[in-house]
């Protein structure tokens, strides 16, 4: 079955800092991989998806994420935070195969971006 | 004008209630879902529907019934409100074609007294 595993619920860190913030997944067959970000008191907006190709994935903001298959990981990356990057970070796959369009959310990570 | 609205943003109601939780969107997507959010369990399915006629069961569904009025309207009712129902909850679209990418509303923050 499939699972999503972030494995840091809370990651602080300076601004103007790197950042990186961890995601494994589990599942049998090809996967669609998603960030989704989730800004205070808001609704959960779509940060970057791989879905085939490239293995690096970027967002308009300058996060990117690589899909590593060897490893079922999906990392997020930045090179340099800042203080608007403050938000909670979900990762979700999707198996296409199933036809569902379901996807299965990790457990979110909180980053903190401090002064 | 926001693609995928919900009503109420906010609702406080007492246990044994019940209530009805709504979500409208204008992407002329077919496929709805309804999830909830608890504090460090992310998102969880509780439904999903493919069209007006074809509604699924989600991980956690117990507790909860939805109904699809029309492509554009899905609602979620809590026929007898618990406090362990208490979070927030988020409608999200997508469309047959959007390779999995799905659209979330604001959400519903429920608190059950």
């Known amino acids: 079955a499939q699972s999503v595993t972030q494995l840091d619920s809370q990651v602080p860190v300076f601004e103007e800092a790197p950042v990186e913030l961890r995601c494994n997944y589990s599942s049998s067959v090809s996967v669609y991989l998603f960030w989704y970000v989730q800004y205070p008191n808001q609704g959960l907006q779509l940060l970057l998806k791989?879905?085939?190709?490239?293995?690096l994935v970027e967002s308009i903001n300058g996060f990117e994420a690589e899909f590593n298959k060897s490893q079922t990981s999906f990392h997020l990356r930045k090179p340099s935070v800042h203080i608007s990057d403050t938000a909670e970070y979900f990762c979700a796959v999707s198996e296409p195969s199933s036809n569902t369009g379901k996807l299965i959310f990790g457990q979110g990570t909180t980053l903190q971006v401090k002064p | 004008d926001a693609d995928v609205t919900q009503t109420p943003r906010n609702r406080i109601t007492k246990t044994g209630k019940r209530i009805m939780l709504e979500c409208s969107q204008t992407k002329g997507h077919d496929r709805m879902y309804w999830y909830r959010q608890d504090p460090g369990l992310g998102l969880r399915l509780i439904y999903y529907s493919f069209d007006v006629k074809d509604i699924n069961k989600g991980e956690i569904s117990d507790g909860y019934s939805v109904s699809r009025q029309a492509q554009a309207k899905f609602s979620l009712s809590l026929e007898s409100a618990i406090p362990n129902q208490t979070a927030l909850y988020f409608c999200a679209t997508s469309d047959r074609a959007s390779t999995d990418t799905q659209y979330f509303g604001p959400g519903t923050r429920l608190t059950v007294l």
């Open positions: 791989y879905l085939s190709g490239s293995t």
